[in-house]
């Protein structure tokens, strides 16, 4: 038998069936956490996250909190991850913008990643490079949909439709959006509809990912 102080000072003895308990305690909390993690995979999986993005969460990307390019961005996504209840209520989601390589999908998917974790709630990806193959009943379950590389559709009536009908449906359901692009505010009132626009300024909050070379040929995760 061990013996130890209480709270209030008090010698309390530990037998082996305490010291049991407490060894069967922690392996049902490492289970619990094994299966949460495991669903968090699963759900991460049916969104439709790229495999590549699935590894990116804010632990990961800790050495580039401090980066002056980017800590500003970070920090305004793990504040919106921290008020999402207040966003969700309001269907307000994100808007990157910034040039080729300046981690917008990682920075969106990493913020999925979390609210999938902390939230519960059910995204989907969706690359507008497959905007021709999207049917609008694939959303209607999601609280979340990323509209991931805005501008790399073929241009057409068809796509640009379909990017109407996302919008508008996500609109009138108060479903959040995260939208990833290259292109500018110019380019885009060029290309879009001004309906679409008017909805997504109102929809979305937006980050800019600073201007400068590509992030692709660093090593981005923690040390």
Request: proline share 1%.
């Amino acid at each position: 038998m061990n013996e130890d102080l209480d709270l209030v000072g008090k010698t309390r003895t530990y037998t082996k069936e305490d010291a049991i308990k407490k060894l069967d305690d922690l392996k049902d909390i490492l289970l619990f956490q094994q299966e949460e993690k495991k669903k968090e995979e699963y759900k991460a999986k049916e969104a439709g996250i790229p495999v590549r993005y699935r590894k990116y969460t804010f632990d990961s990307l800790k050495n580039l909190e401090n980066d002056k390019e980017y800590k500003d961005s970070i920090k305004n996504c793990k504040d919106y991850c921290k008020k999402f209840d207040t966003y969700q209520e309001e269907g307000k989601g994100i808007l990157f913008m910034g040039s080729p390589g300046r981690l917008k999908t990682t920075l969106a998917c990493a913020v999925a990643l979390e609210l999938i974790k902390k939230k519960k709630i059910t995204p989907y990806f969706l690359s507008c490079a497959d905007l021709y193959d999207f049917r609008i009943r694939e959303i209607k379950n999601a609280a979340l949909v990323i509209l991931d590389d805005l501008g790399i559709e073929y241009e057409s009536d068809y796509a640009g439709t379909q990017l109407d009908q996302i919008i508008a449906d996500s609109y009138n359901n108060n479903r959040i959006v995260f939208i990833t692009t290259n292109l500018s505010g110019d380019e885009m009132k060029k290309r879009y509809h001004e309906r679409s626009l008017d909805r997504l300024r109102e929809m979305t909050a937006f980050v800019e990912m600073t201007e400068g070379k590509s992030i692709r040929q660093r090593d981005i995760h923690k040390k």
